[in-house]
């Protein structure tokens, strides 16, 4: 049973350019979670999405970042016109089900970095 | 508001020592779960365990352990007999039922 996969697990923009981040979570996991890390801190929630369904995007910037997950395929994190700042490591993890009542599986992880 | 201090930021150990790693929350809600997370020098998040907050008995797996107590909004993990590769930066994590908060880490370092 393969874990929760991310691509690209590392990717180079330039100021200005678009970010594609892609996670397919476990198999029969219909709950996605994205987290953003700066370089030396800790994680922070970014979006809770299901099927076709944003949940909780309290933790995602309101302009240029964009989750997606839809009924077929990976979820996608879009950062559009990205800043140096965006630069950091983007998990994704996934459940069967909500947040809080079951255990988040983690993919390995994007690594953004904006030059 | 949900809140989660590690407050130590790193820590040192030589190889074999007992060492705890603090993590404190704050949280109003009666229901509410608590994690560990391990991340090594590679990256990853490892899920270590879960805990819900009906639940304060204490857990031991292997050479980990875990001490929770609701008096003091504590939920500590200790290493017994420490190992090079438990070097890693370690995250507990608060989640009720809308999201996760993370702390910000504790970056243990185990030396030969």
């Known amino acids: 049973n393969a874990g929760v996969m991310q691509n690209p697990r590392h990717l180079v923009r330039r100021r200005g350019q678009e970010a594609r981040l892609r996670c397919s979570p476990m198999k029969g996991h219909s709950h996605v979670y994205w987290y953003r890390q700066l370089p030396e801190e800790g994680l922070k929630f970014m979006v809770y999405l299901q099927k076709e369904n944003i949940i909780d995007e309290s933790g995602m910037p309101k302009e240029r970042f964009s989750a997606e997950f839809p009924k077929e395929g990976p979820s996608i994190l879009r950062i559009q016109q990205v800043v140096r700042g965006d630069s950091a490591a983007y998990f994704c993890a996934s459940s069967s089900k909500g947040l809080g009542y079951n255990e988040q599986f983690f993919g390995p992880g994007t690594r953004l970095t904006v030059l | 508001a949900q809140k989660v201090t590690q407050a130590q930021t790193e820590i040192s150990v030589v190889e074999k020592e007992d060492v705890t790693l603090d993590c404190v929350y704050e949280?109003?809600?009666?229901?509410?779960?608590l994690f560990w997370y391990k991340q090594p020098p590679s990256g990853e998040l490892v899920f270590l365990i879960r805990?819900?907050?009906?639940?304060?008995q204490n857990e031991i797996s292997g050479r980990y352990s875990w001490n929770f107590q609701k008096s003091t909004s504590s939920f500590n993990f200790t290493i017994t007999a420490s190992q090079v590769v438990d070097s890693a930066v370690y995250f507990c994590a608060l989640s009720e039922a809308d999201d996760m908060r993370f702390g910000a880490g504790t970056r243990l370092t185990v030396k030969p």
């Open positions: 949280t109003r809600d009666t229901t509410y779960y």
């Open positions: 805990r819900n907050s009906f639940d304060e």
